[in-house]
């Protein structure tokens, strides 16, 4: 059974700092890996996305890297906002059959 | 108006008490999810549906049960509500072939006295 872990469970730093945020997981043997998301009250929101053949992912400030013989991924945010507070979640998606397995989150809080 | 709806938003109930959660989609998804989170744990799938012949079991289906109306409707339904059921619910869709990414409702808290 896929387990997933997010070390630590919450974080804070002032404004401009950068994040870096920490998945593991037990079976290498996956099809892809996601970041999300979470704002209080809203449902989760895919950030990025990376296919177990990729190294790394990038959008705007959001970089995921991930290493799939050592079972990590790391969620790199550059500059960090106020607005960047929430809760981000990993999920492995291990056969291409959309049944994600979550880990807990990691809850970042950015100081103005 | 948002893609994945979910009603009611939040729901305090009794126990033994049935609840339905009702969830609607017009993204045109055929795959739809049902989730719970629970406060420290990562998201447990309930019940999946592939389409609307097409309904599982999950990690955690014990006292759970769903209904696939139509390709835009899913619904969990708890037959006796008990207060371990205390949470909140996701609904998500996907579709596929496609981008592999699900989409999620804004959830539901439910709690059971």
């Known amino acids: 059974k896929q387990e997933v872990t997010q070390i630590p469970a919450a974080l804070s730093v002032p404004e401009g700092e950068n994040l870096v945020l920490n998945c593991s997981f037990t079976d290498s043997a996956i099809y892809n890996l996601q970041w999300f998301r979470q704002d209080p009250g809203k449902g989760l929101t895919s950030l990025l996305l990376i296919q177990s053949s990729q190294r790394e992912q990038t959008s705007g400030r959001l970089n995921a890297s991930l290493d799939k013989s050592s079972g990590r991924s790391t969620l790199y945010i550059a500059a960090s906002q106020p607005g960047d507070s929430a809760t981000y979640l990993c999920a492995v998606d291990p056969t291409n059959d959309y049944k994600l397995s979550f880990g807990a989150g990691t809850t970042v809080t950015v100081r103005a | 108006d948002a893609d994945v709806t979910q009603t009611p938003r939040n729901r305090i109930t009794k126990t033994g008490k049935r609840i339905m959660l009702e969830c609607s989609q017009t993204?045109?998804?055929?795959?739809m999810y049902w989730y719970r989170q629970d406060p420290g744990l990562g998201l447990r799938l309930i019940y999946y549906s592939f389409d609307v012949k097409d309904i599982n079991k999950g990690e955690i289906s014990d006292g759970y049960s769903v209904s696939r109306q139509a390709q835009a409707k899913f619904s969990l339904s708890l037959e006796s509500a008990i207060p371990n059921q205390t949470a909140l619910y996701f609904c998500?869709?996907?579709?596929?072939?496609?981008?592999?990414?699900?989409?999620f409702g804004p959830g539901t808290r439910l709690t059971v006295l």
């Open positions: 998500a869709t996907s579709d596929f072939p496609g981008t592999d990414t699900q989409y």
């Open positions: 993204k045109g998804h055929d795959r």
